[in-house]
């Protein structure tokens, strides 16, 4: 089961858990119902096969796939790692499907408070297009994950803070977004 929680601000390691005192933990069914998020476990062998892996692809559409590993000290990982870790939206959803090692997907809700998803192999985590998130290693410094989207090219665009604030996607998922209290 994922687990979530609130997480502490301000934030002094990224890597690390940084939980409220004393934790507030999300429940899933409030990040589905309240924030969009949906959660799924997958059998990361002969996913190909699933049939519910394929027709999730075909029911959403997800048309383009990137499989990546991050590790905590090569140069080309501290890039992606860079680039991941920093706050962005994506115009569309997107899918993150962990393959192996673990981290954290950090979501910002729409009272731009941090939630902390802690996402181990066998976690798939359905980001609304819009949502401020970033991914995070954790203290193993190694995750290997596959996200889908939907493959146009505003889709593969990562659109930082704060120049997503005005876009048309983060406008609308706040509007069909309820807060998290």
Same mark, same amino acid.
């Given at each position: 089961?994922? !687990?979530?929680?609130?997480?502490?601000?301000?934030?002094?390691?990224?890597?690390?858990?940084?939980?409220?005192?004393?934790?507030?933990?999300?429940?899933?069914?409030?990040?589905?119902?309240?924030?969009?998020?949906?959660?799924?476990?997958?059998?990361?062998?002969?996913?190909?096969?699933?049939?519910?892996?394929?027709?999730?692809?075909?029911?959403?559409?997800?048309?383009?796939?990137?499989?990546?590993?991050?590790?905590?000290?090569?140069?080309?990982?501290?890039?992606?790692?860079?680039?991941?870790? #920093? *706050?962005?939206?994506? !115009?569309?959803?997107? !899918?993150?499907? !962990?393959?192996?090692?673990?981290?954290?997907?950090?979501?910002?809700? #729409?009272?731009? /408070?941090?939630?902390?998803?802690?996402? /181990?192999?066998?976690?798939?985590?359905?980001?609304?297009?819009?949502?401020?998130? #970033?991914?995070?290693?954790? *203290?193993?410094?190694?995750?290997? +994950?596959?996200?889908?989207?939907?493959?146009?090219?505003?889709?593969?665009?990562?659109?930082?803070?704060?120049?997503?604030?005005?876009? +048309?996607?983060?406008?609308?998922?706040?509007?069909?977004?309820?807060?998290?209290?």
């Amino acid at each position: 089961m994922v !687990v979530a929680w609130l997480l502490k601000d301000p934030v002094e390691n990224l890597n690390l858990p940084n939980t409220t005192e004393p934790t507030k933990y999300v429940c899933p069914s409030d990040l589905q119902n309240c924030l969009g998020v949906e959660i799924k476990k997958f059998n990361v062998q002969n996913m190909e096969c699933n049939p519910e892996y394929v027709c999730m692809k075909r029911t959403k559409d997800y048309k383009e796939e990137e499989t990546s590993m991050v590790k905590g000290s090569a140069e080309e990982s501290d890039k992606k790692i860079d680039e991941e870790s #920093r *706050e962005h939206l994506d !115009v569309d959803d997107e !899918v993150w499907m !962990v393959l192996e090692g673990s981290g954290y997907l950090d979501i910002r809700d #729409r009272c731009d /408070k941090w939630i902390r998803i802690e996402i /181990k192999p066998g976690d798939m985590i359905t980001i609304p297009g819009g949502m401020y998130h #970033r991914l995070v290693l954790d *203290e193993k410094n190694m995750i290997k +994950t596959k996200r889908l989207f939907p493959g146009s090219s505003e889709s593969a665009a990562l659109i930082f803070r704060p120049d997503g604030d005005n876009h +048309t996607a983060r406008r609308a998922y706040l509007a069909r977004m309820a807060c998290y209290n």
